[in-house]
């Protein structure tokens, strides 16, 4: 019997269901083509922000037992060097591309989404409100469902090609932020960022990052985005898509029970650039241990 794992987010068509979030897939041109792409969705972007960021100072990146805390600070070329360096690889990749757009002020993220308009290839773009809102109270956008719905509103005016909103786990209230976002026009919901965490560096007795606080992914966030994807799915009719912990088959098949559309991983890739191959891999089996022939047929199926 054929299994079909192929996987879709409004009219954005993936091969596979597992797409490599933001921040973990390298910009060199061999694994933007060929086998390196076996398994692979969709590829997110880096962050891009208006101006370069050079990002944070410090340790960057801190194993913990179940995961990592990073604290890379969205250091990214800015939009102008990223449409002169990789506008080629985006628009000749075999796969779709995500933009994944950091929420600055309202101005400068509309002038990026505006100069990204120019790229072709880009399928959708990914605006990260997890970033504090530099127009207002510095909290991040995503906080509140007021701020995230300006932040989607301020996006979707500029861009005419799907716009998927990267939300942030730290809101107490998921399932308002995600309704308040598909309000505004959003075509999908990434559920979601990273957690924010610390760590104490035992040797010095200080704590590991500059900033103190760092994001948190990994296994050890995958119950938590499993619940706001739960959140979400239940809110809202655009897709969502799972994001947290994400490394196997069954976390990939879980996502989708619970609502997922499609999922993002980013750690697991981190960890291992094989990782989305041995996840399709494993759903065949998850899919006819329900019963059906498609990975489609078992989104949201735990929900019934
Ligand atoms: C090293 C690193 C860099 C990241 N950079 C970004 C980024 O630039 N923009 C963004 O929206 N998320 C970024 N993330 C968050 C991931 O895209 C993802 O949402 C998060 O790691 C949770 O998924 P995971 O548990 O599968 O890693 C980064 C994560 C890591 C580990």
């Not at 997110?44 to 101006?51: F, V």
């Not at 120019?118 to 909290?139: H, K, Q, R, W, Y």
Request: glycine share 10%; aromatic share 6%; with cysteine.
């Amino acid at each position: 019997m054929t299994i079909d794992i192929s996987a879709k987010v409004g009219t954005v068509e993936l091969k596979s269901p597992v797409i490599a979030a933001s921040g973990v897939w390298p910009y060199s041109e061999e694994f933007w083509s060929g086998e390196k792409l076996d398994g692979v969705g969709a590829i997110c972007t880096k962050a891009i922000s208006l101006a370069p960021r050079r990002g944070n100072r410090g340790i960057r990146l801190w194993e913990t037992q179940a995961g990592v805390l990073n604290s890379i600070g969205l250091q990214n070329t800015g939009v102008k060097k990223f449409i002169e360096n990789y506008s080629e690889l985006v628009k000749n990749c075999p796969v779709p591309v995500i933009a994944n757009v950091v929420m600055e002020a309202v101005w400068d993220t509309q002038e990026t989404l505006r100069m990204l308009d120019g790229v072709e290839g880009i399928a959708a773009a990914e605006l990260n409100i997890s970033c504090p809102n530099a127009d207002g109270d510095g909290m991040a956008w995503g906080m509140t469902c007021a701020s995230a719905a300006k932040a989607a509103a301020a996006a979707r005016k500029i861009w005419n090609r799907p716009l998927w909103v990267k939300m942030t786990p730290q809101t107490p209230d998921p399932a308002a932020v995600a309704r308040a976002v598909e309000a505004e026009g959003a075509d999908a919901l990434v559920c979601s960022n990273t957690w924010l965490g610390a760590a104490i560096d035992m040797a010095s007795g200080k704590p590991v990052f500059d900033r103190v606080v760092a994001g948190l992914s990994g296994p050890a966030v995958f119950p938590l985005a499993l619940r706001v994807v739960w959140q979400a799915a239940g809110a809202v009719k655009i897709p969502v898509i799972g994001c947290g912990g994400v490394r196997s088959a069954s976390d990939c098949a879980g996502m989708m029970l619970a609502g997922a559309s499609a999922v993002e991983a980013g750690s697991a890739f981190f960890a291992d650039v094989n990782a989305g191959k041995a996840i399709c891999a494993g759903l065949p089996e998850y899919i006819t241990r329900y019963g059906k022939k498609r990975l489609s047929d078992i989104v949201g199926l735990a929900r019934e």
